[in-house]
Nanobody
Framework: QVQLVESGGGLVQPGGSLRLSCAASGISVSSNPMGWYRQPPGKQRELVAALPPLGIRTYADSVKGRFTISRDYPKNTVFLQMNNLKPEDTAVYYC???????????WGQGTQVTVSS
């Protein structure tokens, strides 16, 4: 059974930083494509950062240079380091795993990030 559990969201002032974590079980974060998505209020879910097993990390243009996606193999966890946060980064952030074995997408429950002064 695949489970993704996000943590690390919260309220932060503009210019601040947060680090989101996605603890995975039932799926390897090193062998499967992983990603972070977000859904701003009243808008559709969008890809923020993608982390393939091999190859180059990719980012949405709006977060390039500010966000970094990474993984910890022993902890089977994916992170999203968010720096220089802006009010437009306010959203619910979701962890995604694209399983190579059963061709399914798995999602976490989401964590709220609010950037406001």
């Amino acid at each position: 059974q695949v489970q993704l559990v996000e943590s690390g969201g919260g309220l932060v002032q503009p210019g601040g930083s947060l680090r989101l974590s996605c603890a995975a079980s039932g799926i390897s974060v090193s062998s499967n494509p992983m990603g972070w998505y977000r859904q701003p209020p009243g808008k559709q879910r969008e890809l923020v950062a993608a982390l393939p097993p091999l190859g180059i990390r990719t980012y949405a243009d709006s977060v390039k240079g500010r966000f970094t996606i990474s993984r910890d193999y022993p902890k089977n966890t994916v992170f999203l380091q968010m720096n220089n946060l802006k009010p437009e980064d306010t959203a619910v952030y979701y962890c995604n795993a694209n399983s190579r074995s059963d061709k399914r997408d798995y999602w976490g429950q989401g964590t709220q990030v609010t950037v406001s002064s």
